[in-house]
Nanobody
């Protein structure tokens, strides 16, 4: 499975962005799709994940971010609203077998897309 993340950019605080994660190589319908982010000098952290029947969010983004997927398009999305400067970082899409916040349990990773939120 190859994952290609896109949609990052520069936005002012309070603004919105929509990230996309296009999968290729095989169908990801049976996989969990997730998003992690890494701010400069910090560890990569869990943001959100979606399976066939469940959704999970980090506390820091719950209520502001929405994760979704379009299985026929083999694509996942992360709608980010009311962005804050602390949301700045490289956002990575990922796919795995279980819905979890543990990054070592995900099998496939995209290259990342940079999100910068200015104050």
């Amino acid at each position: 499975v190859q994952l290609q993340a896109s949609g990052g950019g520069l936005v002012q605080a309070g603004g919105s962005l929509r990230l996309s994660c296009a999968a290729s190589g095989r169908s990801v319908t049976s996989y969990v799709m997730g998003w992690f982010r890494q701010a400069p000098g910090k560890e990569r952290e869990f943001v959100a994940a979606i399976s066939r029947s469940a959704i999970r969010y980090a506390d820091s983004v719950r209520g502001r971010f929405t994760i979704s997927r379009d299985n026929p398009k083999n694509t996942g999305y992360l709608q980010m609203n009311n962005l804050k400067p602390e949301d700045t970082g490289v956002y990575y899409c990922t796919a795995g077998a279980v819905i979890t916040g543990a990054r070592n349990l995900y099998d496939y990773w995209g290259q990342g897309t940079l999100v910068t939120v200015s104050s």
